[in-house]
């Protein structure tokens, strides 16, 4: 089936650190999508990336879909970013399009 | 835009007993998932519905897990009877097939405990 690999599993970073989170995919993508889940389980949309580059503030992310890998690029790192990272990627286009999910990067900023 | 909605937040039950989640997507959304999120692991999807009909439940344990979206909005999601391994997060998920960006927004959850 999809296969869906996230690394590194953990990363314990300072403060101001800049950060590249990785997914790994088995298949073609139909969907790729990166979110950072909160302290209270809640998944939070950070970009719906299944190709190319797209940027927002200090985040950014970079899918290549022919070398089925993306990126997730963190700079000048806040405590606040810290919490799980997950990339879930789809691979039907024809309807049945749920997403299959990493186990996640655990990212720790420290102050 | 409201995001999609669930409740309850938290649930604590037996084993054996029954729950029932519900979701509510955001407004005009035709596509809705379910998803299973154990501890320490990705979600899992249990089962997509197209409008009030299903489009996938391949992952769907049928023996005790249900799911119903009767009038193609609000669904229900129920677990009869529980098993200790059904603690977890169940997450509702849904979005806007047919755009160019097809992009899945998800609730808060609801976190389940199964003594």
């Known amino acids: 089936g999809i296969q869906v690999e996230q690394s590194p599993p953990d990363l314990i970073l300072q403060e101001g650190a800049n950060s590249t989170l990785r997914c790994n995919f088995s298949?073609?993508?139909?969907?790729l999508q990166w979110f950072h889940q909160n302290p209270w389980g809640q998944l939070i949309n950070l970009f719906y990336?299944?190709?190319g580059t797209k940027q927002n503030g200090r985040l950014s992310a970079t899918t290549v879909a022919t070398e089925r890998y993306s990126l997730l690029y963190i700079s000048s790192s806040q405590t606040t970013d810290s919490g799980v990272y997950f990339c879930g990627k789809s691979h039907s286009g024809g309807g049945a399009d749920g997403l299959t999910f990493g186990k996640g990067t655990h990212l720790i900023i420290q102050p | 835009e409201a995001g999609v909605a669930q409740s309850p937040r938290y649930k604590i039950i037996e084993k054996r007993q029954s729950v029932a989640f519900w979701c509510n997507p955001i407004?005009?959304?035709?596509?809705l998932y379910w998803y299973q999120q154990i501890l320490g692991q990705g979600p899992k999807l249990l089962i997509q519905?197209?409008?009030?009909?299903?489009?996938?439940d391949s992952q769907l344990p049928k023996d005790r897990f249900s799911a119903e979206r009767l009038k193609g909005v609000d669904s229900t999601l129920k677990i009869q009877p529980a098993k200790l391994e059904d603690s977890a997060v169940y997450l509702c998920?849904?979005?806007?097939?047919?755009?160019?960006?097809?992009?899945?927004?998800f609730g808060p959850g609801t976190r389940l405990t199964v003594l």
């Open positions: 407004s005009g959304h035709a596509t």
């Open positions: 998920a849904s979005s806007f097939p047919g755009r160019l960006i097809d992009e899945q927004f």
């Open positions: 298949d073609s993508v139909n969907n």
């Open positions: 990336i299944p190709s």
């Open positions: 519905f197209q409008n009030n009909g299903v489009v996938d």
